[in-house]
Structures are given as structure tokens and as C-alpha cells.
């Protein structure tokens, strides 16, 4: 029977089992329904889909690190249900797994629309290497690509895509991009950086429906404007996927994912979760309860959990970091987050491209973002996880 399962072999997955292979820890179990050994998703939209780097690049550890070091990895496999009195896991072949501690890192799923014309070929989703070689290749011959969406999924792409010579148009419900996770005035910087470039974006935007025979041509919104498309993008956001927790009988939180203490236990004895499916206690904010969806946090909560599942008394403490680049025009990182503030300081200039924006609720700081700055984000991170006032002035 192995000790230590782990569902998901995304980076939160992955990096658990690297730390109880650190920690001398026996009998790991890492099963993941992808085709593909944990790979770097980040490069997805980035590296990977622009054709810097290869499929055996992406991976973060070569295939045979794996059996070499003790765990037991299963690709293409998919935890069906999980029974937490019996402590037994069933797979999709109807196979039954015995654990003893188990780890949660299913990720999330992406948001899918549900309009018409949604099944036309030639709309895409990206999460997976596969999507990613899929897009590669239906955007060949495509001219105009329309990314629907003003995050980070849609403006990556949209730059990777515009820097291998395609057309490309954000279409989006945002005024300006990125202005969910950074405010207006960041987010504008970010969608000049985009149209100097040629890209071009409509905020505002609900989209109302595809069109085309058989395969996507045209988008529609429900203002009634149509954009032309060879191919579309659509990224709409992810939800956690906690079907195996839910129907386990874990606790879910408001924002979605299986609740966890800071020591990422969930509620049910010998099981933990980490990365985008868990929604933790943060001591870092006050123990406000966080579900954060980005690449760096999944990799330390891995870890967390990793610690947490050999007994040590390991609390998750990491200020939550986040990166992005569009294309190798900017690149951005942030601390936080935010879900609201009062204030924005800037440091820097937004019109020089090198910048600092604070975002204060009331005199603490709760996020910063950097572009061309990042000795600024140790002190935002120590600011932000002592919740000390901030001396506007020193900072
Ligand atoms: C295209 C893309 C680009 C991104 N770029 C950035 C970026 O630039 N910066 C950043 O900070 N973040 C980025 N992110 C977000 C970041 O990748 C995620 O936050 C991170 O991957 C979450 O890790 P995770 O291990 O929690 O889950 P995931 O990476 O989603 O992995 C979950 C794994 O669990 C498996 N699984 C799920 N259910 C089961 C089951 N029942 N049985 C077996 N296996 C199962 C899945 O197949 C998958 O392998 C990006 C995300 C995407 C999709």
C-alpha cells in the first residue's frame, strides 16, 4: 500500500513529491490523468506554444526521474472516487488504491462558454501541452485569431500569437485588460504595450455567439458588433475541480475550493490539499481563507503539504507571488493579492515602462506590482505579511 498518494501532477502535484523524496519519505504514489509527466504550464501560452522550447524542454523533471527516486509515477490516470473513512482511492479502471495519507491537487478546469456556436470547430481552450499543440497548428493558416477574454490567459496568447504573425483582437467584458487584477491604470499600461503592438481590443464586450459553418468565422457580441475569426481563444477563467472532494463529503469554502487549515489538512483526517483546488487559511492575510491560481503558489503549497504530511507542525506562510510576459514585450510580477483596495501609490513611471503600483486598503498594503522593479517586491512582501501600517513616503 503506498503511504503517500497524490492526485495531480501539476506543480503542486509535482513538487510535493519532490519534497517527500527530499525528506527520505517511501511508497509515493503520483497519478495524474494527463497524457504528458508534470510539465511547466506557464510555457503553455508562452515558450511552448511560440515554439521556443520542446515537449521534453516543458517537463519538469525527465520521465525516468520518477521510478529513479521511489514514486510511483501513473500518467494518464484519473482518481474516479475517494472514500476518506475507508482510505481508499478508486480509479477509472475500477482498480482500488489504499493510502494512508493523501494529497489533493486536482487543479482546476477551464471555463467554457456555453453559448451557440460554442462546438464549431476552431475554438480553443488552453491548459494542456496538447491544447497548446492543437492551437499550433490550427492557427497555421489562420490570419485572424480572436482571443475572447482580458486576462492573463487571453493576453498572453494574444501576444504570442501577434509575435509568430498572426492578426489578433481581444474581445472582452473588461474596459481595459487586466484591470480585474491590477486597476485601471496598470491594466491600461499593459493594453498600450499590447496595441503598440498591433493587437487590437474591445472592452466591453459580452460575447453573444459564434458563427461559421462547421467551423468558427465570426464572433458576435451582444451589442450586435461581429469580429472575423479564423480561429478563436477563449480564456474565461477556471473553476477548482473538487469533484472528487465533494463527493467524498469535504468541506468546500465560499470561493470554491476544498477548505484547508493552514497547515493545508482538509476535513477529513489523513487528507491535504494544495495549488488551485485548495482554499486555505492564510496566515499571511489575517487567516482570511484564499484560493489563488497561480503557478508559484501551487509549487510551495506542494510543498507545505508535503511537510505537513510527514507529521512536521509546518505552517503555509508564503506571501502569494505571481509572473506573467507578453511575449518578450513586458513582463510583469506581483505580490498579494488584492481583491480591492483604497489607493494605488506608483513608483517609477508607467510611461518610462518601469514601474511600481502599491495597492493600499486604508494604510496597509495588500499587493504590489512590478514591471522592471522586482527589488521592490521584497519589501511589499514583508509589508504585506506583517500588515504593518505603510509609511507612504519610505516607500
Ligand atoms: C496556460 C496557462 C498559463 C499559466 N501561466 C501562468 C503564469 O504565467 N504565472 C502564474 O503564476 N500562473 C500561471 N498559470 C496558473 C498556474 O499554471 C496554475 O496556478 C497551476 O498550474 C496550478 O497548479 P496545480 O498543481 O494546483 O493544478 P494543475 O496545474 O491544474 O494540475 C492539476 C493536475 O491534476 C490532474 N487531475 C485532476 N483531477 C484528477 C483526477 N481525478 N485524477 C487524476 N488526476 C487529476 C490534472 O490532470 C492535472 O495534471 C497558468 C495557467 C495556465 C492554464
Not at 90 to 114: E, F, K, M, P
Not at 204 to 212: H, I, L, P, T, Y
Amino acid at each position: 500500500m503506498p503511504e503517500y498518494v497524490i492526485v495531480g501532477g501539476g506543480p503542486a502535484g509535482h513538487s510535493a513529491a519532490k519534497t517527500l523524496v527530499e525528506e527520505g519519505a517511501h511508497d509515493i504514489l503520483l497519478l495524474s490523468r494527463d497524457p504528458d509527466p508534470p510539465y511547466d504550464r506557464t510555457a503553455v501560452t508562452k515558450s511552448y506554444l511560440h515554439g521556443d522550447i520542446t515537449h521534453e524542454q516543458a517537463l519538469l523533471d525527465a520521465p525516468e526521474w520518477y521510478a529513479q527516486n521511489g514514486v510511483e509515477l501513473r500518467v494518464r490516470t484519473s482518481a474516479t472516487k475517494l472514500d476518506t473513512a475507508a482510505r481508499t482511492l478508486t480509479l477509472a479502471d475500477r482498480s482500488t488504491v489504499d493510502y494512508g495519507r493523501l494529497l489533493l491537487a486536482t487543479g482546476a478546469n477551464v471555463h467554457r462558454l456555453r453559448i451557440d456556436g460554442a462546438a464549431l470547430s476552431g475554438i480553443h481552450y488552453l491548459r494542456t501541452l496538447r491544447t497548446a499543440d492543437e492551437v499550433r497548428e490550427d492557427v497555421e493558416d489562420a490570419g485572424h485569431v480572436v482571443l475572447v477574454g482580458g486576462s492573463y490567459i487571453a493576453t498572453e496568447v494574444a501576444a504570442t500569437l501577434t509575435s509568430l504573425g498572426k492578426r489578433c483582437t481581444i474581445v472582452m467584458q473588461e474596459d481595459v485588460t487586466l484591470e480585474r487584477a491590477f486597476g485601471k491604470r496598470a491594466g491600461g499600461f499593459f493594453q498600450r504595450v499590447l496595441e503598440e503592438h498591433q493587437v487590437q481590443v474591445h472592452g466591453g464586450q459580452d460575447v453573444a455567439r459564434f458563427e461559421g459553418e462547421g467551423r468558427v468565422s465570426t464572433v458576435v457580441t451582444k451589442a450586435g458588433d461581429r469580429y472575423e475569426a479564423d480561429a478563436v481563444v477563449v480564456g474565461a477563467g477556471v473553476h477548482p475541480d473538487v469533484t472528487l472532494a465533494r463527493a467524498a463529503g469535504l468541506e468546500l469554502g465560499e470561493r470554491g475550493g476544498v477548505l484547508v487549515d493552514s497547515r493545508l489538512r482538509a476535513s477529513a483526517p489523513g487528507i491535504w490539499a494544495a495549488g488551485d483546488v485548495a482554499e486555505y487559511e492564510s496566515v499571511v492575510h489575517g487567516g482570511a481563507r484564499m484560493r489563488i491560481e497561480h503557478w508559484d503558489v501551487a509549487e510551495q503549497q506542494g510543498r507545505s503539504a508535503a511537510l505537513s504530511m510527514l507529521g512536521r507542525d509546518h505552517v503555509h506562510d508564503a506571501v502569494p507571488y505571481f509572473f506573467s510576459d507578453l511575449a518578450d514585450w513586458v513582463s510583469m510580477e506581483y505580490v498579494g493579492p488584492a481583491y480591492s483596495w483604497t489607493e494605488e501609490l506608483v513608483r517609477g513611471s508607467l510611461d518610462d515602462g518601469e514601474f511600481t503600483v502599491y495597492y493600499l486598503d486604508g494604510d496597509r498594503l495588500a499587493a504590489a506590482l512590478t514591471v522592471g522593479r522586482s527589488g521592490d517586491l521584497d519589501r511589499a512582501r514583508e509589508l504585506i505579511a506583517s500588515g504593518e501600517p505603510v509609511d507612504r513616503a519610505a516607500l
